[in-house]
């Protein structure tokens, strides 16, 4: 529970220092006249993703102590659009700040899905940071890159993908990626991927992987 509430304020963090960027200049508050109106703009859209953030993790928390599992999900018509361009701001400051290139592919026929947001949202915040890790742990020089792909599957269902070029997971390891307390990474507690796939179940969905050790991860949630 600890990974998933830190992976949650992580990105929030990151996000809160690039708004107060947009209200400093070095040391030194700008005046309201210095101010753009896309400043503005940006400024009232990132407060947006915070608050929305801010109530998904305070609800996953409250149910979490009560219930002391997983809450049960509320399935409800989330719109994929709306969802991925709140999902992209959430780490945009992040891809600038490293250079990193970011993709987004959605299939224009897809509107909506049905799923709990909150939950999905912490599955899908912890592969995007499990993704992130992975290319930092990367030895090779080429540049990071990360890609969400949303499409419809053969099953009538809707396949959300998060695709890295980081360092991959080796042949050996792929099998063992959601068991409990197992982790591929240094002083990782291997609580992400198996609380992630809980929270699939939940969802009626199914989530796999398919990686290639210093090559990259294709990490898939099928709801």
């Not at 912490?122 to 949303?150: C, E, F, H, Y």
């Not at 992400?192 to 199914?206: D, E, F, P, W």
Request: aromatic share 8%.
């Amino acid at each position: 529970m600890t990974h998933e509430i830190m992976n949650s304020i992580a990105p929030i963090t990151s996000l809160t220092h690039t708004l107060i960027r947009f209200f400093k200049s070095g040391e030194k508050v700008r005046l309201p006249e210095e101010l753009t109106a896309e400043d503005i703009a940006n400024t009232l859209s990132g407060l947006a993703v915070i608050e929305d953030r801010g109530k998904g993790l305070m609800h996953f928390v409250d149910n979490y102590r009560k219930l002391t599992k997983i809450p049960n999900p509320v399935f409800e018509p989330m719109n994929i659009h709306t969802w991925s361009d709140s999902f992209e701001f959430l780490f945009r400051s992040e891809f600038s700040e490293n250079n990193w290139v970011y993709q987004r592919q959605i299939d224009s026929s897809l509107v909506t899905v049905l799923t709990d947001e909150k939950l999905f949202d912490l599955v899908m915040i912890n592969l995007m940071t499990n993704a992130m890790d992975a290319i930092r742990q990367n030895t090779s020089d080429n540049p990071g890159k990360i890609s969400l792909s949303v499409r419809s599957s053969t099953s009538h269902t809707v396949l959300f993908e998060i695709s890295d070029n980081g360092c991959g997971i080796s042949e050996s390891q792929l099998d063992k990626i959601f068991i409990p307390f197992f982790s591929t990474k240094e002083g990782g507690n291997g609580i992400g991927l198996s609380l992630s796939r809980q929270i699939v179940r939940k969802l009626n969905g199914k989530i796999s992987v398919k990686s290639v050790e210093h090559q990259g991860s294709r990490f898939m949630v099928e709801i």
